[in-house]
């Protein structure tokens, strides 16, 4: 099994970026996907999810009306589109999949979005 998340980067305050986390050695539809980030010196915090038919989503409130969390089953791909990015989004944002009923969770690698001010 193996979450590979993409997208991360440099960007000023304001700006957006789109993460994307491609998932293999799963039966990918199967699976809640979502992101999870944690901050320099932080715990890691929970970011948004999504169902696996992709029918419904949750939000931290701390993003709520700026990210927001999709899927594409055909490419067993979890997307997170970032608007209006703040400085406190600064964090290594993490992919995970879980299947409802089991208490397994699949953790990517994490990829890096540096805001700035």
């Known amino acids: 099994v193996q979450l590979q998340a993409f997208g991360g980067g440099l960007v000023q305050a304001g700006g957006s970026l789109r993460l994307s986390c491609l998932a293999s050695g799963i039966t990918f539809s199967n699976y809640n996907m979502g992101w999870f980030r944690q901050a320099p010196g932080k715990e890691r915090e929970f970011v948004a999810s999504?169902?696996?038919?992709?029918?419904?989503?949750y939000y931290a409130d701390s993003v709520k009306g700026r990210f927001t969390i999709s899927r594409d089953n055909a490419k067993n791909t979890v997307y997170l589109q970032m608007n209006s990015l703040k400085p406190e989004d600064t964090a290594v944002y993490h992919c995970?999949?879980?299947?409802?009923?089991?208490?397994?969770?699949?953790w990517g690698q994490g990829t890096l979005v540096t805001v700035s001010s």
């Open positions: 999504i169902r696996w038919s992709g029918g419904t989503t």
């Open positions: 995970y999949g879980r299947v409802d009923a089991e208490a397994r969770v699949y």
